[in-house]
């Protein structure tokens, strides 16, 4: 049973710091590139950021690049999403994504919410 779990999410101050964790299960991990999706009250979901499979590459949206990092460990199957310096326009719900054609998964989802 393929399962994405997501943690680290909360409430913090802007300009702060959280570090969302995904742990996967039920799959090949190290050969599924990973993803960090987000979704707004009344927005579409958002692609946030990529690595590929072994690591080796990464890809952020424009709006989190410079901010965001994210990082795998495929012994662990772990990925990992370090978000400083938030913003308030950061508030979502923060999804974990598995995705190798033709299969894909999400995780349930993590809240961020950035306010002071």
């Known amino acids: 049973q393929v399962q994405l779990v997501e943690s680290g999410g909360g409430l913090v101050q802007p300009g702060g710091s959280l570090r969302l964790s995904c742990a996967a299960s039920g799959f090949i991990f190290s050969d599924y590139p990973m993803f960090w999706y987000r979704q707004a009250p009344g927005k579409e979901r958002e692609l946030v950021a990529s690595?590929?499979?072994?690591?080796?590459?990464?890809n952020y949206a424009d709006s989190v690049k410079g901010r965001f990092t994210i990082s795998r460990d495929n012994a662990k199957s772990t990925v990992d999403l370090q978000m400083n310096s938030l913003k308030p326009e950061d508030t979502a719900v923060y999804y974990c994504n598995a995705a190798r054609a033709p299969r894909k998964y999400w995780g349930q989802g993590t809240q961020v919410t950035v306010s002071s």
């Open positions: 690595i590929s499979s072994l690591g080796g590459s990464t």
